[in-house]
C-alpha cells in the first residue's frame, strides 16, 4: 500500500489539515515508512477471529433521565474564542457559494 | 411516453425528537425556545475530558416505537461515531447507530382510496441531533446555538414503498399520529419535533431495477413533503425523458419557489467513516424492559377504531374518536360512566370535539369539563329533565362559562327544566295560532311542512323547556280545527 | 523531609515536626531549583501554599482530615482539574480552563492532597519523549541531554526532582512507565478501566489510563488505589469492586517473553540485569518459566492503527468555534477548521491524525482497521493464557535507555517500535508496573516492567513492594 499525493490531499480534506509543502513531503514519507510497518499484519491469518471491540465486558445501565451537569451560560461562553452578546458562538460565514 | 408510464418510488427517513427531560447522551435539559446556549454542559460542548451516557428514557420510547410498528427489536445495542465538520456538531462526529439499530422490520398501514396500503420500515436507530446554525441574522457571521445539540432522536427508516405524493402525506399523518399517541414526541413538523428527508426515484412501470434516487432533506411539513415530491418526479421523470442520466444527488428543497436544487456539492462529503464508540458499551435490553413497555402502551389508532365499532360506534364517528390519545381517553371514560353510548359520542362529535378545537387549541387536555360532569349532563337528558336542544344550546354553554357547576343544580337555577305542563302549552300554542294566521291558512292548505315553524316558535315561548315531540303532538291536532 | 514517603511525612507532621506548608515550601523550591529542567507549565504557588494553611489549621484544631493529608501531587497537563488551565501540551488548547475537574483526581481532593502544579507532556500524549510540546522539551532528569521519556516525561522528573511526592500521569502506549523507567522512578498503570478516564483529555479511548509515578511503592499504590472504582460519568469504567488486599501468599510465578529476551533491539545492560533479577527471584524460591509469544511483532503495528484511529475522531472536536485557539486567518468556516488545526497542531499529532483517518476512510477500514482489531483478541486470548499459569509477566519495561535529544527527529517509526514492552499492557487491557532496575555503564536509568491480569492491582502492588524491598 502506498501512499500518493492523491491520498494525501484526500486525507487533509477529511480531517481539515492543511498541510505546508514541506509538511506535506515529510507527511508522505512518514507515512509510507508507518505503512510499511503496518503492513506486517497481513502476516496474521484472521480469517476466524471476531474483532476486539469493547474492553469491558461487563453490562452496564443506562442513566436515569434527570437534568444534571449543566453549565451557567457565562460558563459555557467563558471559553469561546468569538462570541456574540446574544450568547452565540460566532464562526465567519461561508465564503464559497 | 407520457407520465403515465413511469412509477415514482419513495422512501422516507423520518427523524423524531424525542420528548424526554433530557439528551440522549448528557444531562443537559432537553429545550425549546430558548436563549442560545443556555442548556448545555462541558459534555454537549465536547470540552477537552468528556465522556457520553446513554439516557434510559430515550431507549425506552425507542422500544415503545419498536412496538407500535412491529419492528423486531435488538436486545444488543451498540453506538458509532459518524465522522463530519459542522459548527453545530461539537465533537466532529454525531453519535448515532450503524450497525445494531434499536429495532428492524415492522410496517403501517395507511389509507389507500377505499382499503389501505402497508408500508414496511427498514430500520429505525437512535441518534442525537446537531445544534442550530442561524445563517441569516449577521451579515458576517453564522451564530451557533447548542441548546439542540444531544437532542435525542429516533430516525425512521422506510423502504422504498410509496408511489405518489398523496401517499408521503398520508403515511407521515399516520405515523405523527401513531408517535404522538405512544407519547414520545410532540412531532410537530414546523416546530422541528418531527423532519424527513423523502427519497425519490422513478423507473418505467413494469421494471423491476430501481434506479438513481436523489435524497431531498430537512423537509417540515407533510404539504412541502407533497410538493417537493411531485416537483422531484417530474424533473427526474423529465430528465428519463430526454435520455439523460440521473445522478445520486442530495437535494434541497425550497418552499418559496416550489423546486429542488442541489445542495453545495461536497467532495468526500460521504465519507462519514463509522466505527463503534469506544466511549459507549453495547446497552442490552431485556425481555422484563421490553414486556413493562409493552404492558404501559395504549391500544394504538386502528385497533381502537375497530373496537369503536364493535360497539356499534359509526365508522365515520370512530375515525373522529381515535384522531387524538386524548380524545380516545376521555371518550373511553366518558362511556363507561354513561351507558347509552350514541348519546355519548354524540356529545363528543358534535359538542366537545368542536368546542375544543375552536377555543381550547385542539388540545382536549385543556377542556373545562370533566368526565363526571359530561356523564351528568348526558344523565339529565337521559332522565327527560331537560330537553335535548336546550341542553345543548342552552346549559351546555353555561356550564362551560361555569366549569366548577353541577349540571343538575345549574339546570334548575337556570329554569331550564323540562315541563310538560300542558295547560301551558295548549295556551301557548292558542297564542302562536291567533298571531301567525297567515301561516296557519297556508297549512291548512296544504303546506304541511309549516309545522317546523309553529313547534320553533312555540318552543320560543315555553323558553325550551317543552318537550318537541309533545308540541308537535298537540300543534297538529290544534291546528286541524 | 527530602525523598520521604507519605507515612514518614504524616508521622512528622503528628509528631509536630513539620508542617503542611513546609512540606509545600520544601517542594516549591525544589521547583525553582530545577527550573532549568521546564518540567512545570504552571505552578499553583499561591494555592498550594493557602490549602496547606488550611490543612495546618485543621490539624491542629483537631479536626479530621483526608487520609493523603501532607501529600502534594503534579498532574499532566490532560488531567482537567476545574478553574484550572488545561491544554494537552498543544497550541490548539492556548488558554482553555476547564470548567470541571477529572473524576480521579477529585478521588485524591476530596482526600487533602494539594496539587502544586501541571507538568509538560507530549503533545495530546502522542509521543515517547517530551520533545513535541508547545512549551518545549523536558529532558532526562538523569542526564540532561538525554529524553525524559513520554508522553508523561515531565511527570517522571517531577518526581525524580523531588519536586512533588507523586505525579499523575497517563499511559495509552506505555506513557508512565517507559518515563519512569529513563528516570529511575516507579510507574503503574492500572486495569483499563479501574480508574475513570472522565476528565482525562482523551488520546486512544480504549487504551488511556491515569497513571502514577512516584518513588515509594507504597505511594504509588495508595494513590492509584483511591483514584480507582467506578465512575458513572465513565461508561468504560469498571464495576468489579476495588480490592486492596493482596491475596496471593508467599511464593509466586513469573513468566518471561522468550521473543522479547531475545531481541534484537535489547541492550545487552538491559538484557543482563533483567536475567539478574530473574535469577534472584528463582534463588528465593519463586517460579520463573520462559513461555513464547510469537505475535510479539505485531503488538506495535496493531498499537499505532488503533490508537491513531481512535485519536483521529477524538480530536476532531478542536477547531477553534467554542473553545481554544482560533487561527487569525480564519476567515471563513473552511478557514476556521483548515487553518486553526494546521496552526495549531505539531507535527507529530498530524500525523497520527492523518493515520488514523486513512486507517478509518472508505475502502481500507476492513483490511487496517477491523485487521487491528482482530490481532487486538488473538495477542489478549494469548496473554489470558499465559495467566491461567502464571501469576505475572516479568519484562524489561523498554529495550534501550533513553536517547539523545533530537536524536530520532527523522524516524518516528523507529521510536514507535521502541514501545514494544510497554504496549502490550495497553493492547490487552491488564495492569502494568515499571520499577527501577537499574544504570547502564553510562549511568542512564532503565526498568523492569510487571504485568498481572486483569483487576489484580492489589497483587501486582504486592509483588512489586516485595520485588523493591530487598
Redesign the interface.
Known sequence: MKIDDALISKLERLSRLELAVEERAQIKVDLNNILQMVDTLEELNTDDVEPLIYMNEEHKAPREDIISNELPHEAAIANAPVSSESGHFLVPKVMDK | MSKSDYEIIIGLEVHVQLN???KIF????NSFGE?????????S???????????????NKGIALALALGSEINQENRFD?K?Y?Y?DL????QITQDRLPICVGGSIDIPSGDTTRTIRFHHTHMEEDAGKS??DL?????????NRAGTPLLEIVTEPDMRSAQEVHDFIATLQQLVRYIGISDANMEEGSMRCDCNVSVRLKGDTQLNNRCEVKNINSKKFAMQAVAYEAQRQIKLMEQGEHIDQQTLHFDSETGRTSST?DK??AH?Y?Y??D???????ITDEEIAQIKEQMPILPQAQKQLYIEQDIKAEHAELLIQERATVTFTNELLQAHQDSSAAVNFMINKVLPTTKEDYHDDLTTFPLTVAQCAAFLKLIDAGKIIHSTAYQQLYPALLADPTADPAALCESMGLSQSNDTDLIDDLIQAVIQENPDEVKKYQKGKKGLIGFFVGKVMKESKGKADPKLIQQKLTEALQS | MKGQNLNNIQAAIRQGELSVTQVVNHYLAQIEDSLPLNIYIEVFAEEAKKQAQALDEKLAAGESVGKLYGSVISIKDVICYEGHQVTAASKILEGFTSQFTATALQRLLDEDAIVIGRTNCDEFAMGSANENSVYGVTPNGVNSERVAGGSSGAAAVSVQQDTCLVALGTDTGGSVRQPAGFNGVIGMKPTYGRVSRYGVIAYGSSFDQIGVLGQHMEDVGEFLLTMAGEDPMDCTSSSQPVKTESSSQGQVSFAYIDEVMNHEKLHGAIATSSHALMDRLESEGHAVSKVQFPLLKYLVPAYYVLTTAEASSNLGRYDGIRYGYRSEAADSIKNVYQKTRSEGFGSEVKRRIMLGTFVLSSGYYDAYYTKAQKVRRLVTEAIHEIFENHDFLILPTTPNVAWKIGAHQDDPVEVYLSDIYTVIANLTGIPAISLPLATDADGNPFGIQLMSKKFSEAELIAVSEMLIST
Request: with cysteine; glycine share 4%.
Open positions: 424526554t427531560k433530557t448528557c444531562g443537559d435539559q436563549l442560545a446556549n443556555r442548556h448545555t454542559s462541558s459534555i460542548l465536547a470540552h477537552p475530558g468528556t465522556l457520553p451516557r446513554v439516557n434510559r428514557e430515550a431507549i461515531r465522522h465538520f459548527p461539537p465533537k466532529a462526529y442561524i445563517h449577521d451579515p458576517k457571521n453564522s451564530m451557533i446555538d447548542l453545495r467532495e468526500d465519507d467513516r466505527f463503534p469506544p466511549d459507549l458499551p453495547p446497552v442490552y
